[in-house]
């Protein structure tokens, strides 16, 4: 039995709202049981530097956790002057997973940055924030379409991420805290709508795992982003 009580193959209650940050061009809060994240979208109608005069625009992304996201307070990275190695690793993952589904060509020169604010952490954060990332991309978009900005949208599909892992010899889908620092093996799944692989991190935690465990969790990631991705439709329905 898992520390939730849920099945290998169960997600955490998952929930999605919509425009919930007045200025933003596209904004939700994702919750993935615990692990709460504030994502919002923000539009520059030009591109960075080295992109201009291609025709092409840019998706990016930052992600950052309040203090008293966890158990005890985190110091502000703002107050050491630069992002720590992991929020650089996560905020480049964000940004690369949502341009996977975005044609840059038809965004024209003009620059989104997704903003992913972690309210409260209990594992997942980075799959989190790539999940509601995209909702808050896709409003974004909505934002630019009803203003003529936009007359095709640039987005070509769903994106979506889920954890999954090695835990007490059982590979199991998407893990709280509490599991993820107990796993033999903890992997992270970044795919499309159409099932697509973005990107996939994988780490052995004890032992090395093995093929068998690896399509184990494979399959279980496909089939918990089959489910996100069909909340993201609802959302944005």
């Not at 590979?171 to 159409?194: H, I, P």
Request: net charge neutral; aromatic share 4%.
């Amino acid at each position: 039995m898992r520390p939730s009580r849920r099945a290998p193959d169960e997600l955490r209650p998952v929930s999605i709202e919509r425009n919930v940050a007045r200025y933003a061009e596209g904004s939700c809060l994702i919750k993935f049981g615990e692990t709460h994240v504030l994502c919002t979208a923000s539009l520059e109608e030009k591109p960075p530097a080295w992109l201009r005069g291609t025709g092409k625009g840019w998706v990016t992304a930052e992600y950052a956790m309040l203090p008293r996201a966890t158990h005890e307070r985190t110091r502000r990275e703002s107050t050491s002057g630069k992002p720590s190695g992991r929020t650089q690793e996560i905020q480049r993952l964000v940004g690369r997973s949502l341009r996977a589904v975005v044609d840059l060509v038809r965004l024209g020169e003009k620059q989104i940055t997704i903003d992913c604010d972690v309210l409260q952490a209990d594992g997942g954060t980075r799959t989190a924030s790539i999940t509601g990332g995209f909702i808050a991309l896709q409003e974004c978009v909505r934002w630019m379409m009803e203003r003529k900005m936009l007359t095709v949208s640039p987005i070509k599909d769903h994106v979506a991420a889920i954890s999954c892992g090695i835990s007490k010899g059982v590979a199991v889908l998407d893990l709280d805290y509490v599991e993820d620092s107990e796993a033999m093996t903890d992997a992270n799944f970044v795919m499309t709508g159409a099932g697509g692989l973005v990107e996939i991190q994988g780490t052995a935690e004890g032992a090395p795992f093995s093929e068998a465990q690896f399509l184990e969790m494979l399959a279980l990631a496909r089939k918990g982003i089959g489910e996100l991705v069909d909340l993201q439709k609802k959302a944005v329905a």
